[in-house]
């Protein structure tokens, strides 16, 4: 019995299946990187911690303030 959350520790899944982090770019996971992460982190899958972590460098640091600034501008 594994109480985790679901859609996370499905991500965590697939990645197991596949080695890949296709499903991890698709909208569904939009905003749970650090989720997805700390799953990983959980489970010991150390190399999808270690791309997790590659990724989000490559990422811009946005914050929400800054999100909806861009927004109100239209």
Same mark, same amino acid.
């Given at each position: =019995?594994?109480d985790?959350t679901?859609k996370?520790f !499905?991500?965590?899944?697939q990645?197991? %299946?596949?080695?890949k982090?296709g499903? +991890?770019?698709?909208?569904?996971? !939009? *905003?749970?990187? $650090?989720?997805?992460r700390?799953e990983? !982190? =959980?489970f #010991?899958?150390?190399?999808?911690?270690?791309?997790? $972590?590659k #990724?989000r460098?490559?990422?811009? $640091?946005?914050t %929400? #303030? #800054?999100?909806?600034k861009? +927004?109100? %501008? *239209?």
């Amino acid at each position: =019995f594994l109480d985790r959350t679901p859609k996370c520790f !499905e991500a965590v899944l697939q990645y197991l %299946r596949t080695r890949k982090l296709g499903t +991890l770019k698709s909208s569904r996971y !939009e *905003g749970m990187w $650090d989720e997805v992460r700390a799953e990983a !982190e =959980f489970f #010991q899958v150390r190399s999808l911690v270690k791309l997790l $972590d590659k #990724q989000r460098r490559c990422l811009p $640091d946005v914050t %929400r #303030q #800054q999100i909806v600034k861009a +927004l109100m %501008r *239209g």
